[in-house]
């Protein structure tokens, strides 16, 4: 049921601290301080040579935000792409290669297709997977399971962050497997793990001044999403989330790109929104939002208070979120997308959990 809650996209984006507190329970030994994983004995992580991400949608951009940690963390060669160009692309699949699908049904046929055309052509198989009944799940060599429940809206929210929490798992345990990090190292990744559902409560708090802002993005026909880094996947996944529930033309971009095209596009009828928390590409991502402050554009800022303070000045809004680390920073993040998405189409009165032409599930190819 949906409980108090007016729609089940609503009651899955509040479920987050408590799903991926439980997500985490399985993968971090607290007072061990160590990530482990359920990985069988003939499972040897340190083997990998190559690692390829597929998925399809929101679980893609997961797959997108996991690829920046295996290259900081294990310093592992990352292909990524989505299920349904994978198969037709003639993917070279060295030996030694493992194929991560991430899935929340597990059934996704692209997906699905994916996983058996690489498991044919002899590589290991691990699946970050929501339903552990689901195909994916059995035919994997390495299951990953999120324990996220059942995720009832056709726009996955909590799914999403639950495969971040295991994506983040992963990546410590490559990096330890190729012996990249130390003790303290991984004392460190635990701790800002484990900080996770604390966080996400907190960025859950700023869900009434979300609200109060949404009116501002609702009329707009497009809008546009900008981030750098992890936060490249995040405006993918905020573009993604807005289209779907509100039938508001959105699109993600990487920061750095506006200036190669997009930012054509800029005038005050298009909002756009900038996802940069302080840290080391601050900067940069701010430079960019102010070459569409300079063309008219309307901005809303979603930032931590330091961020904030030094460059929201002159933003149609600003949405502050509570200081995370940058390796949580991608679960944090994703709460005020989601909510954005969720209360635009509220005002815009469209049928948030159902939207048209989508199916929770998607088995066609
Ligand atoms: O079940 P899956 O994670 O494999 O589904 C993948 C996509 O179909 C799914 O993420 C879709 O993009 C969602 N509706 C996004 O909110």
């Known amino acids: 049921s949906k409980g108090n809650h007016r729609h089940f ?10 799903v991926v507190a439980q997500t985490l329970r ?15 004995d003939d499972f040897d992580l340190a083997a990998i040579r190559r690692v390829t991400i597929v998925a399809c949608g929101t679980s893609f951009y997961a797959g997108m935000v996991a690829k920046y940690w295996f290259e900081q963390f294990a310093r592992v060669p990352v292909d990524l792409d989505v299920a349904s160009e994978f198969r037709y692309r003639a993917p070279v699949m060295e030996e030694a290669g493992l194929m991560i699908v991430i899935s929340q049904s597990g059934e996704t046929a692209d997906t699905l297709a994916a996983l058996r055309h690489a498991k044919a052509e002899g590589q290991k198989i691990a699946a970050v997977v929501n339903v552990p009944t689901s195909t994916m799940a059995r035919e994997a060599d390495l299951l990953l399971p999120t324990h996220a429940g059942p995720e009832i809206g056709v726009a996955s ?6 495969q ?13 497997a190729r012996g990249r990090l130390s003790p303290d190292e991984e004392r460190e990744i635990v701790t800002h793990l484990a900080e996770a559902p604390a966080a996400l409560n907190a960025a859950l708090s700023y869900d009434e001044a979300i609200a109060a802002m949404a009116p501002a993005v609702a009329g707009a026909r497009d809008v546009l999403y900008l981030g750098r880094g992890t936060d490249y996947p995040l405006a993918l996944e905020g573009a993604l989330k807005l289209k779907e529930i509100s039938y508001i033309h959105a699109e993600g971009y990487a920061a ?10 800029i005038d005050e009828a298009v909002p756009v929104i900038v996802i940069a928390p302080s840290g080391p590409l601050f900067e940069k991502t701010v430079s960019n939002m102010q070459e569409v402050q300079a063309r008219g554009g309307k901005v809303v800022l979603i930032s931590d208070a330091q961020g904030i303070a030094a460059a929201g000045k002159g933003c149609l809004a ?21 909510l954005l998405a969720y209360h635009v189409a509220v005002a815009k009165g469209t049928d948030v959990d159902q939207p048209r032409n989508l199916a929770k599930s998607v088995t066609v190819e």
């Open 26 to 40: 399985s993968y971090l030994q607290r007072l061990e301080e160590r990530v482990t994983l359920p990985v069988p």
């Open 9 to 18: 996209m609503l009651k899955e984006i509040y479920e987050q601290p408590i």
């Open 318 to 338: 600003t949405i502050e979120m509570p200081e995370a680390h940058p390796l949580i920073a991608p679960l944090v993040y994703a709460v005020p997308v989601q």
């Open 164 to 176: 971040l929490a295991v994506l983040a798992a992963l990546a410590a345990n490559f990096a330890r």
């Open 256 to 265: 750095g790109e506006m200036k190669h095209g997009p930012i054509a596009l």
């Open 157 to 162: 929210t909590k799914a999403f962050t639950c």
